[in-house]
């Protein structure tokens, strides 16, 4: 080989084994610079809502529910990297999570503990109540009016000094479940109960939430008086039923709850 070759090779090529560094623009797989993640984009975006919200639905986000199911092995793997359990109801179409718990191991706890209130837990009895008793009758769905709804829940409060401030907890309770897509409001002050019920209020739990209202009733009844607001079991908290949410960020924060996007 000549000199003049020789200094080809030194200054055209680069020493055995150096990878030189490729562009964006030049590698499709790259979704930003330094990335190392291998999972596709819509698979990386799945991953993220499961985290940041309580449930994916197929109905809501068909787009995202084809791409779990065509990508459920692999998401799963991810979420039990963080001690995460994925959860997939293909009957109702939804998708939820879980926190790992465990007395053998030591696990970090990801997710939060979140009880509903008393008012919620009221709420969500008589919803789960009217969700049952349709479904039972053959209907598609259900559906209740704002006002039949508060009128029940009220009748477990102590509003013998006025009810005016059970009715605005109350209220804030529906507001609360509709952010949450347990119910949604199809006309003014009409809701339809999604299947979302169900998993979150079980018929287990429903049975034993109703026998302590029919027995707190009973004694209530005996005594002449009304249950009072602070004898409502708020017993449901969502890691019982896998509706956890990520920790605050910090001191006095909050995880923000975005709408689901309607994507076709």
């Known amino acids: 080989m000549s000199e003049t070759e020789t200094e080809a090779v030194a200054y055209g090529s680069e020493p055995e084994g150096f990878i030189e560094p490729v562009s964006m623009e030049d590698d499709p797989t790259e979704l930003f610079v330094g990335d190392r993640g291998v999972l596709d984009a819509d698979v990386r975006r799945v991953l993220v ?43 109702r179409g939804i998708a939820y999570k879980r926190q790992v718990r465990s007395e053998e191991l030591d696990v970090p706890v990801l997710l939060k503990d979140d009880a509903y209130s008393r008012a919620e837990t009221l709420v969500l009895v008589h919803l789960r109540t009217v969700f049952q008793r349709e479904r039972g009758a053959g209907e598609n769905s ?113 995880t923000s709850e975005d709408e689901e996007e309607n994507q076709q």
């Open 49 to 91: 809502q499961l985290l940041r919200r309580r449930f994916i639905t197929a109905e809501k986000s068909p787009r995202q529910w084809r791409t779990l199911l065509d990508h459920q092995a692999v998401i799963e793997s991810r979420l039990h990297d963080l001690f995460v359990r994925l959860v997939v109801d293909h009957d």
């Open 142 to 254: 259900a559906r209740v009016d704002a006002d039949e709804l508060e009128q029940t829940v009220l009748t477990y409060f102590d509003v013998a000094s006025g009810d005016a401030a059970a009715r605005r907890e109350i209220r804030r309770a529906v507001e609360r479940l509709a952010r949450e897509g347990l119910i949604e409001e199809e006309s003014e002050d009409r809701f339809r109960i999604t299947p979302l019920v169900e998993i979150v209020l079980s018929v287990e739990k429903l049975a034993e939430l109703k026998a302590w209202l029919r027995e707190s009733a009973g004694r209530a009844a005996s005594a002449s008086e009304r249950v009072e607001t602070n004898t409502v079991p708020s017993a449901l908290d969502r890691d019982a039923v896998g509706l956890d949410t990520p920790p605050p960020s910090g001191p006095g924060g909050s």
